[in-house]
């Protein structure tokens, strides 16, 4: 036996005794580290598990009394690690909202994802390529598809803006006295053409509707606005009145102001409904709790969404 097959033989006696005699460790289940633990967190957990063990294997009094001093400089050099590390997510968020949003992602245990889609020959698409591709194909669809056969030449031909003459077009009613259910518009050949009523319009973040009333669009920012406090609510445990101010003033009052020359509230249903979601925010503070409304206001050096608008 030469040294290359000497050499071949050890190898696969030394795969064969790894595969049977050494045993696997899964570390998949392994719990990650929290992101607001830092270093010094870190060796008081350990400090506190070897005290713990410590007890468990003696019984005796003196250990279980050093391994409760232990775990009350634990407990609390977790509770600062925590709140500095909201305290610099919120603080972020003034610049940047990812941070708090990848925040919130990050306490959030439930996990969305594309479940299975149908293609339009009936198979069931489970690869994310395949899922991509019939989302892809679907938003395709929805676009208008023009014919460019016919491009003007705009070097030759200067008066292409003024193709289209308003002039000669007229919105009329036929056949109804009412004349806000049927649109019909009639070119220069004469062929009518239906137009459809739109009820409500989307335009830069505001909602308009037919009758020029914001109430639609005052309860969508308030659903919007309430969503965010209730994260906000779950997932900060500390919430003192610095760390309310950042949060509220990058957070929540931009959506309330935003738009707000606009849709001007005035009537007082939609006036009490923003109010509503402020005094709501305004609770989120545990030592504010027991004051009126008006009260945290002038803690906290706040004007109400009457004086700013």
């Given at each position: 036996m030469n040294v290359e097959d000497s050499w071949s033989?050890?190898?696969r006696h030394m795969d064969f005794c790894v595969e049977n005699f050494?045993?696997?460790c899964n570390t998949k289940g392994r719990c990650k580290k929290p992101k607001w633990m830092d270093y010094y967190c870190v060796r008081k957990v350990k400090k506190k598990y070897h005290a713990w063990k410590r007890y468990t294997y003696s019984r005796s009094y003196r250990d279980y009394q050093s391994y409760c001093k232990i775990r009350n400089s634990t407990t609390k050099a977790s509770r600062f690690s925590k709140k500095k590390y909201q305290k610099g997510v919120a603080e972020s968020s003034k610049t940047s909202q990812k941070s708090f949003w990848s925040f919130v992602k990050g306490e959030t245990n439930t996990r969305s994802g594309i479940g299975d889609l149908r293609d339009k020959n009936g198979n069931i698409a489970?690869?994310?390529?395949d899922k991509a591709n019939i989302l892809n194909d679907f938003f395709a669809s929805v676009f208008m598809r023009e014919?460019?056969?016919?491009?003007p030449n705009f070097e030759d031909n200067k008066d292409w803006l003024l193709?289209?003459?308003?002039?000669?077009?007229?919105?009329v009613s036929f056949g109804n006295e009412n004349f806000y259910n049927d649109y019909?518009?009639?070119d220069e050949n004469g062929n009518v053409h239906k137009l459809a009523r739109d009820f409500s319009e989307k335009d830069l973040g505001v909602l308009f509707t037919n009758n020029l009333n914001f109430e639609t669009h005052i309860n969508n920012t308030v659903n919007k606005v309430n969503k965010i406090i209730g994260l906000i609510r779950r997932k900060f445990t500390f919430m003192d009145?610095?760390?309310f101010l950042i949060l509220y003033k990058s957070l929540v009052r931009s959506h309330l102001d935003y738009g707000n020359l606009i849709y001007f509230p005035y009537t007082k249903k939609c006036k009490q409904v923003l109010k509503n979601a402020q005094r709501r925010a305004t609770r989120l503070i545990p030592e504010f709790r027991g004051l009126s409304y008006q009260e945290r206001l002038n803690e906290l050096?706040?004007?109400?969404?009457?004086y700013r608008s």
């Open positions: 033989f050890l190898l050494i045993p696997e489970t690869l994310i390529k014919d460019n056969s016919e491009i193709k289209f003459n308003i002039k000669k077009c007229k919105i019909n518009m009639i009145k610095s760390l050096n706040l004007p109400t969404l009457d």
